[in-house]
């Protein structure tokens, strides 16, 4: 069980506050009360396991817990499985002269002959009840190294205790991991940073006054070490100015699609001697926090003032559009690697994402999309939508003349002579078109020249080769040449339906049939070539071609229809 916090232990000779003040026994540890319990239980009821692996960010006490281990076991007078840090062996570790502990700094001394050597000397006695290896930074061992450890590390001497410490614990061999008792470290919260550096003023005999202190709990973002460096750092400078960039002007730029505040932001921060490579990764480390704390927030670094304004942005600029920055500046730190002008790719990437229509990627796409669904929905009703114009067919090089009113089933104004008539409406039902008494001629006229051009390149191709040949006022029924085409007509269906509801009111269905004599007036009666228009041998004839005319030549399949729309007047030669 941890006692509590006392004031933090000075080293004499030594004039920086973290290592100065660093913790000299569980009872002056902060903000690992886990870590503590398990230990500090551990030793006071002779249950050490042989290997310990500790894991979590820098700065909150990995290796100096290791040293508090060290001293506990071979503490001559222990109190509750604390060390008492006066007797001659916590003197001798603290000092760094103890025969019983061995450090070793794993990122400098990686290869496996170092390795081997630690081990051979493991089965040396020392003078203490135990001898302990302190391994730092123990996902930098080679494979080989780690390979020579690991016998050793799995049957240690019975005297002997491993403890490795790392901050990527997803490095370390699986197999080592295994071996090894594991206690992950974590930030430390604001307050908890804040009565440190308070009792470490206190101890020290400084004047800090509040602002300077909550700067170094800001820039410690959760670690002890990085906050006294950080005191150290304003004290030294007789500042409290943050050494960090102020990024609200992006975020607001962000938010407010504003390129000009974006592009003078970062022209401000340059001008402040900001480096834009180090602007990139300082921003991206902010919106990170952000992402982190709208999916995740007991994952976030960021702490008091800071998690609470980062929290605030991610909120307004939403997890879609945090991803999107995240992976645009992701991509703007590796183009800047290579690039002449770094801070015209850091630009260039804001702009993007200040203004998405410049951006051809589907993320930005999606972001226009997203903004216009939202401006639609919020804009006021309109109390009557505007008439769509008729469309022309693809490719049809003459305008179909306008219909006059009757032709096209439009209500026409009665004559004083005539009495209107009145046209029935079910009780609660919206009024219907009249599209039910239209003749089968008139039906035929409005399909060819305004429902088929209303569908798709490839209905068309299927469209303009059939014919209507009976509307019974719900049911339109159309012609077709071949039993491909009939086939074909599935795939066209729903658009079909779609056109035919828009152009009549009425609910209609269609029905299909296969009308061999479609192919025999293709062989009487050739279709002329574009631009031109035979003339006609008859009235008969006159009538027959002015109807049919804008529909093109009727063919047996699609494929004969494809080849005549896009070779007009061609002949099939072999």
């Not at 602002?211 to 170094?216: D, H, I, R, S, V």
């Not at 096209?408 to 039902?429: H, I, Q």
């Amino acid at each position: 069980m941890a006692t509590p916090a006392s004031v933090p232990t000075s080293i004499d000779g030594v004039t920086s506050l973290y290592r100065r003040f660093r913790p000299g026994r569980f009872a002056e540890l902060r903000g690992q009360d886990h870590v503590v319990r398990a230990l500090q239980g551990a030793v006071a009821r002779d249950r050490v396991n042989h290997a310990y692996l500790f894991s979590g960010p820098r700065g909150t006490g990995k290796t100096t817990t290791a040293r508090i281990l060290a001293k506990a076991l071979n503490c001559e007078n222990p109190v509750d499985g604390d060390a008492c840090n006066v007797c001659a062996s916590c003197v001798a570790i603290t000092r760094g002269s103890s025969l019983d502990v061995t450090e070793l700094d794993a990122a400098s001394n990686n290869g496996v002959d170092d390795i081997r050597e630690i081990t051979a000397g493991a089965w040396h006695g020392t003078p203490g009840r135990w001898k302990i290896y302190i391994f730092d930074e123990v996902h930098q061992l080679s494979k080989p190294a780690s390979a020579a450890l690991l016998k050793t590390l799995e049957e240690p001497p019975p005297h002997v205790i491993f403890v490795l410490a790392t901050t990527d614990p997803h490095k370390v061999l699986p197999t080592i991991r295994s071996r090894a008792v594991q206690l992950e470290f974590r930030l430390i919260a604001g307050d908890t940073l804040r009565t440190l550096l308070h009792d470490v003023q206190d101890a020290a005999g400084l004047v800090v006054d509040d602002a300077t202190t909550e700067a170094a709990v800001r820039l410690g973002r959760g670690s002890a070490r990085d906050a006294l460096s950080a005191l150290d750092r304003l004290l030294a400078t007789g500042s409290n100015n943050e050494t960090q960039p102020d990024f609200d002007g992006l975020f607001r730029a962000l938010m407010e699609s504003d390129a000009v505040g974006a592009i003078t932001t970062l022209a401000n921060l340059a001008h402040d001697g900001w480096d834009p490579e180090q602007l990139a990764e300082s921003f991206a480390a902010e919106v990170r926090q952000a992402f982190l704390l709208q999916v995740a927030p007991d994952v976030a670094d960021a702490v008091d003032a800071d998690r609470d304004r980062l929290r605030e942005w991610g909120s307004q600029l939403g997890l879609a559009r945090t991803v999107r920055v995240l992976e645009a500046f992701g991509r703007a730190i590796r183009e800047m690697k290579s690039a002449p002008e770094k801070i015209v790719v850091l630009e260039v990437a804001m702009v993007r994402l200040v203004k998405p229509d410049l951006d051809a990627s589907f993320d930005a796409l999606a972001e226009r999309v997203t903004k216009l669904e939202r401006q639609e929905r919020s804009a006021p009703p309109t109390s009557t939508a505007p008439v769509a114009p008729a469309l022309r067919p693809i490719g049809s090089t003459s305008t179909a003349t306008p219909l006059p009113p009757a032709a096209l089933g439009a209500s026409v104004a009665p004559t004083p002579d005539e009495d209107p008539v009145p046209t029935p409406v079910a009780s609660g039902a919206p009024a219907m078109s009249d599209g039910a008494n239209l003749s089968v001629d008139q039906v035929r006229q409005r399909f060819e020249e305004r429902v088929v051009p209303r569908t798709s390149r490839g209905a068309q191709l299927v469209l303009k080769s059939a014919r209507v040949i009976d509307f019974d006022g719900s049911r339109l029924t159309l012609a077709v040449a071949s039993e491909e085409i009939r086939h074909n007509s599935d795939q066209i269906s729903q658009g079909l339906k779609g056109a035919l509801d828009h152009e009549f009111r009425i609910p209609m269905s269609v029905a299909w049939v296969v009308d061999p004599s479609l192919t025999a007036s293709v062989g009487a009666k050739p279709s002329p070539r574009a631009g031109t228009k035979a003339a006609p041998e008859s009235a008969t004839d006159f009538d027959e071609t002015s109807a049919d005319d804008h529909q093109g030549p009727v063919v047996a399949s699609v494929a004969e229809h494809l080849i005549t729309e896009m070779f007009p007047g061609a002949e099939e030669v072999s």
